[in-house]
């Protein structure tokens, strides 16, 4: 069992940055593929950027490539998703999720946070 918990969002003008922080419990934290996804108002939720169990495989949208980096620190238990260059189409709640295998569909992943809020103002 793996409980995830996002925080970071925020508003943030066109341009700047966030770092978004998935905090995980349990002890098996090390052995799942994380990924971040996000969802707008009426739109379905896709994926963001992924990162294997050890770090060493990693994935990104096409609409991210560049501008976010994914990482992990496992003996914190805490996954990252540093956002530069945020544009308002980035505006999305965004959300964490654990997996035994780095996918792109959200019915790969076992476990989810809540979300946290990302607003990019134009």
């Known amino acids: 069992q793996v409980q995830l918990v996002e925080s970071g969002g925020g508003l943030v003008q066109a341009g700047g940055s966030l770092r978004l922080f998935c905090a995980a419990s349990?002890?098996?934290?090390?052995?799942?593929?994380m990924g971040w996804f996000r969802q707008a108002p009426g739109k379905e939720r896709e994926f963001v950027a992924g990162i294997s169990w050890s770090g060493g495989s990693i994935s990104y949208a096409d609409s991210v490539k560049g501008r976010f980096t994914i990482s992990r620190d496992n003996a914190k238990n805490t996954v990252y998703l540093q956002m530069n260059s945020l544009k308002p189409e980035d505006t999305a709640l965004y959300y964490c999720?654990?997996?035994?295998?780095?996918?792109?569909?959200?019915?790969?992943?076992?476990?989810w946070g809540q979300g946290t809020q990302v607003t990019v103002s134009s």
């Open positions: 999720a654990a997996g035994r295998n780095l996918r792109y569909g959200t019915g790969s992943y076992d476990y």
């Open positions: 349990g002890r098996s934290f090390s052995s799942y593929a």
